[in-house]
């Protein structure tokens, strides 16, 4: 069909038989495709409804696209875990990811796409936009840039239902062209609840984290796959500081105390803050008692900072942006939040996202179940420490801490294998060395 006649098939459908329009309907399926532009896509279909079925239309769109595949599996991870994900993706428009759901639309191409009923209708009547701390629903957003968008889950926990949203949504956003790039990322959000007020674990896991940072890097995506440009600005390392904090925190009793909210503001300054606080440009204009020592000072200021980023409402600073956020984290409340993991790349393969989360799940457990018990993998924790060891011997004392089945160890081990030597991670490489480098 030329050009010309399939534009006019498409702008004016009305000065065209029904006949003459399913006849041509691949051409037109072909066209919206390449365009990929909802609002008028939308259009046609209000105008084309007039003639022919415009579920049609919408089959004609989806059907060749690869169809849902139910998971039929649950993680080997705790199941009073609570979780949830932020998947970015590029080349898929807010616009138009709004303007489906708020259609009939959406139900039509989740069903085309072979859905189950229950989790079409979960993730339709639970979903929002462009809003914040709604735990129970699917939320989209704008991320920067004109065709950058993500999507933030409910809180899920490790059943099957929850984990199929997930894959429906992976399968939506792929059906709907999304893609993938340098900038975009997974975060995954654990919640603080499943820890039960027990500071010993907090203390695992950040001690477990400064001991092997630049290895949970190289461990963060599938093998051959080298962490996203963006991450050394949007998951700084902080093994560094948690290094100096536990010096400083040995010196006293070596607990960590997290009872008030200068307890909780201290602690972020000192995980997330202090090693970079002279590169945030918002400090500069902020005032603070001049006789206190440079460490002080800096607090009081990041104190200030935080108190003016809540009265203006503002959500994205700085201090958030670093390999594990602690920011969301209210202690000893009835709703202690959430840490956040950072390190990822985005994903729109179920599998991939799964191995992250049970590689962020057997994290949280090790570190708990070790709180609670000093007994647990009490081996396993002191060889996690030898120093006078190889970076190879020492992933593997991380994996045996970490996993129990041989096959799991595998998966990550092999990630680590197929990236180990590559120079992006030369920037991950903070504070002292906890290993021999070769």
Known sequence: ???????????????????????????????????????????????????????KILLGLFENEKKFSWWDEI?????????????????????????????????????????????????????????????????????????NSEASSPILQNHLFDLNQIVAICNLFKALNADLNGGTGLHINVGVDYFQCNEKAIGNLLRIWGECEEMFFKMANPEGKIIRVVASNMAIPIKENIQNFFDEFDEKDGSITLNTDEDMERFLYLIQVRNRIEQFGSYLDLQCDSNLGREERYFQKYRQYEKRLRETGETNSEARWTSINFNH????????GRIEIR?????????????????VGKLFEVSFENAKNPNYKSKEFEKLFLRNVTEAEKINNLLKLLFDNEEQRI????????????????KFYKGRDTFERN
């Open 75 to 147: 993680l080997d991870i705790p199941e009073n875990l609570k979780f949830g994900v932020e998947i970015e993706v590029t080349q898929l428009n807010f616009d138009l990811i709004e303007c489906i759901f708020k259609s009939n639309s959406i139900s039509k191409i989740m069903r085309i796409l072979n859905m189950p009923p229950d989790i079409v209708k979960s993730i339709v009547n639970h979903s929002d936009f462009e809003k914040k701390d709604e735990p129970d629903k699917w939320i989209f957003s704008r991320e920067s840039g004109t065709n």
């Open 329 to 336: 984290m209210k202690w000893n409340t009835a709703s202690p």
């Open 343 to 359: 390190i990822f790349n985005s994903s729109l393969e179920p599998e991939i996202i799964f191995q992250d989360l049970l590689l």
């Open 1 to 55: 069909m030329e050009y010309s006649q399939l534009r006019d098939l498409i702008q004016h459908p009305e000065e065209h038989s029904a006949e003459e329009i399913e006849s041509n309907m691949s051409y037109i399926n072909n066209y919206l495709r390449e365009i990929c532009f909802w609002p008028s896509i939308k259009t046609y279909l209000k105008k084309i409804s007039k003639i022919v079925d415009k579920d």
């Open 411 to 426: 998966i990550f081990k092999r990630r680590w294998e197929s990236v180990k030597d590559e120079n992006a991670y030369q």
